[in-house]
């Protein structure tokens, strides 16, 4: 068996448990840790680590595909998992001696932290005095490093550099009381006048991926991009099997039949599985042709760039519209809080808020598309 089938199946026989547990996730705002002890046994956090660190190693697709069975049981756990999973993409800008370092315990490395730059690093010898408190940290209270953006005050261009901290150097500071997403435990966390050695920091916009293979010539933003809009879709295929299971049981109130005999309800059932099935397919193809673009050459053209970041953004439009049909659909049953498609929805507006995915990025995408010069650092 390979490791791809390894991990997805084991994956799926984690599935059934995950989703008994979406209460007590919610709750408890994090994912427990006897269940990421579980999705690491599973080899969720080295699905995207090289061989050569004893890593999974596996194409963008399969490990889309993984994430997405976590997404689809639970979004805030599929969430997580995908946040977590991205520490070969994230420290692989690291210098190859450091990141040998960190993967120097195995390969199930998980880091968390923030692209935002609120932190400042002041340069001093052999590297910088970092002070700053940042947001949205999934996973922090599991991870192994975290990933903190800060202005550099030393007058380089471009002024910011992220730094890479160990857990023993953050405070993570109770903030995650959110609607949406609640399980991914994304508080704040504080650092204070910790020193972080040059060679623990990177450039996200200047560096170059230290690992040889072709996960590390896709730019991080398409990779995020893609990979957020797989866990919407994944959000949203669950409720669409949801809205199904409650329609063949459901009677509306004064109707002659269930809500699974409805022609208008069926009509909207089959268009929006029809959106759903669009959007999948261009994000699968969109991710197929961005492994097959970094497998044969460094360079990515611009266009694809935009291009993918198009579809990611349209992606998470069409998941978010499937969602509202299903919430909707569901009626007065929809707003329990037992019911799954409430929090479906809350989960995938949470999602939806997120910069990487955020509607007017189709206007700068367009705008590379159209051949006009636009601020391409953020695509």
């Known amino acids: 068996m390979n490791g791809t089938n390894r991990i997805l199946d084991a994956v799926r026989e984690l599935v059934p448990h995950i989703a008994s547990r979406g209460d007590e996730i919610e709750q408890a705002r994090r994912v427990p840790p006897d269940l990421v002890d579980a999705l690491t046994d599973a080899g969720c956090f080295r699905m995207l680590a090289p061989r050569t660190h004893s890593g999974a190693d596996l194409e963008l697709t399969a490990q889309m595909r993984v994430i997405a069975e976590l997404a689809q049981a639970d ?3 599929g969430w997580t998992t995908m946040i977590g999973g991205a520490a070969p993409v994230i420290l692989g800008l690291l210098p ?31 590297g910088y005095r970092v002070t700053g408190q940042w947001a949205f940290a999934s996973g922090c209270q599991h ?14 261009l471009p002024p910011i550099r992220m730094m890479v901290l160990p857990p023993a150097d953050v405070e993570i500071k109770d903030t995650w009381s959110v609607a949406g997403l609640c399980g991914t435990g994304s508080h704040d966390f ?7 050695p040059a060679e623990r920091t990177f450039s996200l916009f200047e560096d170059e991926s230290c690992l040889a293979g072709p996960l590390g010539r896709i730019p991080e933003l398409s990779f995020s991009a893609l990979e957020m809009a797989n866990v919407a879709v994944a959000i949203a295929q669950g409720a669409l099997e949801e809205i199904g299971a409650l329609a063949v049981r459901k009677r509306p109130m004064l109707a002659e039949g269930t809500l699974a005999t409805n022609p208008l309800f069926q009509h909207r ?16 193809t969109d ?14 053209p ?25 919430y909707s659909a569901g009626g007065g049953t929809s707003l329990y809080s037992h019911s799954p498609l409430q929090r479906r929805l809350r989960d995938i507006r949470a999602l939806a808020q997120h910069f990487a995915v955020k509607p007017d990025t189709l206007t700068k995408a367009g705008a590379v598309l159209a051949g006009q010069q636009v601020d391409v650092s953020l695509l």
Request: proline fraction near 3%; charged fraction near 20%.
């Open 287 to 300: 991710a197929e042709e961005a492994w097959c673009t970094a497998e044969n050459s460094a360079q990515f």
């Open 96 to 126: 190859r001696a450091t990141f040998d370092k960190v993967y120097a315990d195995g390969p199930d490395v998980i880091v968390g932290g923030a692209f935002n730059p609120t932190g400042v690093a002041t340069p001093v010898g052999g």
């Open 269 to 284: 059932l089959g268009e929006a599985g029809t959106r759903l099935r669009a959007a999948r397919t261009l994000l699968y």
């Open 190 to 196: 504080v650092v204070n006048d910790a020193f972080v």
């Open 143 to 156: 991870c192994h490093w975290f990933v903190a953006h800060c202005f550099v005050d030393d007058g380089r």
């Open 302 to 326: 611009l266009e694809q760039r935009a291009r993918i970041r198009a579809t990611a953004t349209w992606a998470v439009g069409m998941a978010s519209s499937v969602v509202d049909f299903a």
């Open 75 to 77: 979004g805030s756990v």
